[in-house]
């Protein structure tokens, strides 16, 4: 269940939640409509559950739908997702009809709701091309961006962009990912609800139930990676990287995460890195399903270590999970993670499995440095990526978006 502004205030402070009440009070009844690709895994999905209930509080008369697809559908937006991120994937052309015929079933069957909307917010490639079955649309539309779009795959970039550029704006969650665009473009980083299952305080009773359902050994220490079974997140190199710190230091690698229904290549990439583990006891393989927040939140904290080997990453909520729990983490320095973690402040930043496995051992040897880092990354993450930043930073662009501002806008 979503917190509300009282129980927020108590985090961040009132003088906080007295600036969202003056933004929303300027868009007080607006229609918006937010749209991505599914409801459950992954971080799009979270933060707009955290999100609307919100915006709703606030006076917006806020709601979200999901875009439903076919298996092509994913195939094919998965390979969006790959190929804007870098890699070199040709798509076939019945891909792309299915993806037009997709976004265009799914235009037809919310179309009313979307034309009358004041604000709609279409979330990543997945539905980007419902602006062009909507020519009766009355208000602003915005595509907003979490993926890592600073060395896209050409081909791939140059037909996405025939959806995306007639816009009226667009958000990213960093100045590298943002690519040429004819609109205004907004810089906003995603977040985490610290009142959310994932990320409230939890008993010790229940942290022991999870290191005995896991069977994780607590007189040990325990690194933990947490993230979808993706080739970007770097899941084998996490465990190349503790085979060789841990014959210096001992410790258990704990991989935890989950499907979801617009990923059609978590299945094969699981059992990638199951072949890669090799039933090594010291390294934890664990498949949750998308509602288990609540054991991810206690991984995170019976944790000494987090770690995010990601190879690209358009954010990495997970990092930020990790840094409010006060631990250090260990991430790979691309895209949204150097963001999060300062290098020797909140945590390391790397490159290679080696890189990893050094900066383990060291923090594993320096008790001391895990609990400064600690303390540091908690206080950063309440300083720049909690949800009301957040909420704030999308207020203030639908403000803009709707006067016609192309000023630079700076938030204070």
Not at 281 to 305: E, F, G, S, T, Y
Request: glycine letters at 6%.
């Amino acid at each position: 269940m979503a917190g509300t502004l009282a129980q927020y205030s108590e985090i961040v402070g009132e003088e906080v939640i007295d600036h969202l009440k003056q933004l929303a009070k300027t868009l007080s009844g607006a229609r918006v409509v937010h749209v991505n690709s599914t409801r459950q895994g992954g971080g799009v999905a979270e933060i707009l559950s955290w999100l609307i209930p919100l915006k709703n509080e606030l006076g917006l008369n806020a709601s979200w739908e999901v875009i439903e697809g076919d298996e092509s559908f994913y195939q094919c937006t998965k390979s969006f997702h790959n190929a804007i991120q870098g890699n070199h994937i040709p798509i076939p052309q019945h891909l792309l009809n299915s993806y037009e015929e997709t976004n265009q079933r799914n235009a037809e069957r919310l179309r009313s709701k979307l034309e009358e909307a004041d604000f709609v917010f279409i979330h990543d490639p997945q539905p980007a091309a419902f602006l062009k079955s909507c020519p009766g649309r009355k208000g602003k539309w915005i595509w907003r961006c979490h993926i890592d779009v600073s060395h896209p795959y050409r081909p791939v970039w140059k037909y996405l962009r025939q959806f995306v550029e007639y816009y009226d704006a667009s958000i990213w969650s960093l100045a590298e990912f943002a690519q040429p665009l004819s609109h205004p473009a907004y810089l906003v980083p995603p977040s985490i609800d610290p009142l959310s299952e994932k990320n409230i305080e939890l008993s010790n009773l229940e942290l022991r139930k999870v290191l005995e359902e896991f069977d994780i050994d607590p007189d040990r220490p325990i690194v933990v990676q947490v993230s979808r079974f993706d080739r970007f997140k770097d899941p084998v190199g996490a465990i190349q990287a503790c085979r060789l710190a841990k014959s210096y230091t001992p410790f258990q690698l704990i991989l935890a995460g989950g499907g979801a229904t617009d990923d059609p290549e978590g299945d094969m990439v699981f059992q990638e890195v199951k072949n890669a583990a090799d039933n090594d006891p010291d390294i934890h393989i664990l498949l949750l399903p998308p509602d288990a927040h609540r054991k991810v939140n206690a991984l995170q904290r019976i944790a000494d270590i987090i770690l995010q080997k990601s190879v690209r990453e358009g954010f990495g909520l997970t990092v930020t999970e990790g840094l409010w729990k006060g631990k250090p983490v260990i991430g790979g320095e691309t895209g949204g993670i150097k963001l999060q973690v300062v290098n020797h402040y909140t945590g390391f930043l790397v490159k290679t499995p080696e890189g990893a496995a050094l900066r383990i051992r060291y923090l594993l040897k320096h008790q001391n440095k895990i609990d400064e880092m600690g303390r540091k990354a908690k206080e950063f993450v309440r300083e720049n990526f909690l949800l009301t930043r957040h909420l704030r930073e999308y207020l203030t662009i639908m403000a803009a978006v709707v006067h016609n501002s192309s000023e630079r806008i700076e938030i204070r």
